[in-house]
């Protein structure tokens, strides 16, 4: 099993849409969790990082639910300079140099 | 202040050869880490380190030797290159503890004819 199991996509959008992302983690004990975005061909960059009381930045926002080992990103009002490819990253708790990362989720907006 | 830089950016190799890559932080980071992409899949860690002089295996290891002479640097060796090796190689730089997240260099695109 993954540590982390994200749906690969693509979720096709049309601009001004709103998108949401799961993203599942096998490790009760895992205690950082972050979103990552990705252009293609370029390296991953952090989005956010998520906390337990959930947290938004301008048209994102992330949700922790440890009861069932998920994180979400919430996308409002998508732009095209959106599209990318969303990694969902877990940090293992017992070793906390150790993240774990998703195939990512890959986001198209559309005109 | 440059980040994470990696060199080179492209490289092709054939079957046997050897090579090693360079990663570099102006952060003054203790943590360092390589991680190889492939299509499909999400970042392996192939090594990484929690300070100078010490280095440690991660998921995918095998084919490859690490070294950590300086805090700044983390140098990845490809002792004989196979066509499995062909990959995007990023290396990434942290501070050490919880919470903290990773910063990434540009990758280098690695293919094993």
């Known amino acids: 099993r993954k540590e982390v199991e994200q749906d690969p996509g693509p979720f096709n959008v049309p601009e001004g849409a709103t998108v949401a992302f799961n993203c599942t983690y096998s490790?009760?004990?895992?205690?950082?969790f972050f979103w990552y975005r990705q252009d293609c061909r370029k390296e991953p960059k952090l989005l956010m990082s998520?906390?337990?009381s959930g947290n938004e930045d301008g048209r994102f926002t992330a949700q922790l639910n440890r009861a069932s080992q998920y994180i979400s990103l919430l996308i409002r009002d998508s732009k095209l300079s959106d599209s990318a490819t969303y990694l969902c990253?877990?940090?293992?708790?017992?070793?906390?140099?150790?993240?774990?990362f998703g195939s990512g989720t890959k986001l198209n907006v559309k005109p | 202040n440059a980040g994470v830089t990696q060199t080179p950016k492209f490289r092709v190799l054939k079957t046997g050869q050897s090579m090693t890559l360079l990663c570099a932080q102006d952060?003054?980071?203790?943590?360092m880490y390589w991680y190889r992409q492939d299509p499909g899949m999400g970042l392996r860690l192939i090594h990484y380190?929690?300070?100078?002089?010490?280095?440690a295996k991660g998921e995918v290891p095998d084919g490859y030797n690490v070294s950590r002479l300086k805090k700044q640097n983390f140098l990845l060796g490809l002792e004989s290159a196979a066509p499995s090796q062909t990959s995007v190689y990023f290396c990434?730089?942290?501070?050490?503890?919880?919470?903290?997240?990773?910063?990434f260099g540009p990758g280098t695109r690695l293919t094993v004819t």
């Open positions: 998520v906390y337990s």
């Open positions: 952060m003054n980071h203790e943590y």
């Open positions: 990253v877990v940090n293992e708790g017992h070793n906390f140099n150790k993240f774990y």
């Open positions: 990434a730089s942290s501070s050490a503890g919880q919470g903290y997240e990773q910063y």
């Open positions: 380190s929690v300070g100078e002089g010490t280095t």
């Open positions: 490790n009760s004990a895992s205690q950082s």
